[in-house]
């Protein structure tokens, strides 16, 4: 993993993650761990879930669904599930 994964490949697979797990949200270190465990993005066992913060910390949208809370310096971040870009609800 020495090369660098893009924000949308991560924004892909944890909103497909929240979805097959019936999940509206996850933690920043939740999402870290199945990320490290995919092979997406290596985590760092002494501070779990800095390489997905640091990217989270740039705020510039690209990972899809993710909010810090409370919107301040120390918040914790978390996805939440969004619908693919594009894409529509089905009515039945």
Do not use: C
């Not at 996850?26 to 779990?48: C, M, Q």
């Not at 909010?67 to 599930?81: D, L, V």
């Amino acid at each position: 993993m020495s090369r660098r994964v893009s924000n949308a490949k991560i924004s892909e697979f944890l909103r497909d993650r929240l979805r097959t797990r019936h999940l509206d949200r996850v933690s920043a270190v939740e999402a870290a761990r199945w990320l490290d465990a995919a092979g997406i993005l290596r985590d760092n066992p002494e501070k779990p879930g800095l390489p997905l913060r640091k990217r989270l910390r740039e705020r510039d949208g690209s990972i899809i669904g993710a909010q810090q809370e409370p919107n301040k310096p120390h918040g914790r971040w978390y996805i939440y599930r969004v619908a693919r870009p594009g894409r529509r609800h089905r009515r039945r």
